[in-house]
T-cell receptor, first 113, second 112 residues
Framework: NAGVTQTPKFRVLKTGQSMTLLCAQD?????MYWYRQDPGMGLRLIHY???????AKGEVPDGYNVSRLKKQNFLLGLESAAPSQTSVYFC????????????FGPGTRLTVL | AQSVTQLDSQVPVFEEAPVELRCNYS??????LFWYVQYPNQGLQLLLK??????LVKGINGFEAEFNKSQTSFHLRKPSVHISDTAEYFC??????????FGTGTRLQVTL
């Protein structure tokens, strides 16, 4: 039982390049989330999904796209990376009740030059 | 709308001393409150959560938190900290679609 895994762990991009971050969970969770963590700002929700084939915007969605083609996977895409997207990205998953715990992946550290 | 305020960005404390990390929240829906811990270069893991019932919630590693509705607070406490408690602590409030709104975090630095 691996929990929540994220690929890659580190990445350096040049401005304008694109990339996809992969999140996978093996807990059969319905809900999945992408957050970014920046110093002094805590974690901010980028996009989330309440089930296979569904996605919704969070607090800071601009510049990102997501897809949930399979229940266990949640992909975060950057079409044209900008230095402001330098951050640590965390994926999380949970069951569908508000009181359920979110389980987090180990994070992806992205630097955009 | 929901929000979480963690007023202390850093809390230095000596080993074996007690500690309190403060959290105040604002929520217009049912209140579910969480404390998560993030050790260096790791993801977040749940320390404890308040759903309903007893206002004193016990979590892992000897931490506990008290829900105070009148003061809209959910402060985290530990009577005696250890070096291994050095980490960043996040308070969060749950909302619709199980989304979490996080505070900005408090860095607990435990020294000898």
């Amino acid at each position: 039982n691996a929990g929540v895994t994220q690929t890659p762990k580190f990445r350096v991009l040049k401005t304008g390049q694109s990339m996809t971050l992969l999140c996978a969970q093996d807990m059969n969770h319905e809900y999945m989330y992408w957050y970014r963590q920046d110093p002094g700002m805590g974690l901010r929700l980028i996009h989330y999904s309440v089930g296979e084939g569904t996605t919704a915007k969070g607090e800071v969605p601009d510049g990102y796209n997501v897809s949930r083609l399979k229940k266990q996977n949640f992909l975060l895409g950057l079409e044209s990376a900008a230095p402001s997207q330098t951050s640590v990205y965390f994926c999380a998953s949970s069951y569908q009740n508000p009181e359920d715990t979110q389980y987090f992946g180990p994070g992806t550290r992205l630097t955009v030059l | 709308a929901q929000s979480v305020t963690q007023l202390d960005s850093q809390v230095p404390v000596f080993e074996e001393a007690p500690v309190e990390l403060r959290c105040n929240y604002s929520s217009s829906v049912s209140v579910y409150l969480f404390w998560y811990v993030q050790y260096p270069n790791q993801g977040l893991q749940l320390l404890l959560k308040y759903l309903s019932g007893s206002t004193l919630v016990k979590g892992i590693n000897g931490f506990e938190a008290e829900f105070n509705k009148s003061q809209t607070s959910f402060h985290l406490r530990k009577p005696s900290v250890h070096i291994s408690d050095t980490a960043e602590y996040f308070c969060a409030v749950g909302g619709t679609a199980s989304k979490l709104t996080f505070g900005t975090g408090t860095r607990l630095q435990v020294t000898l």
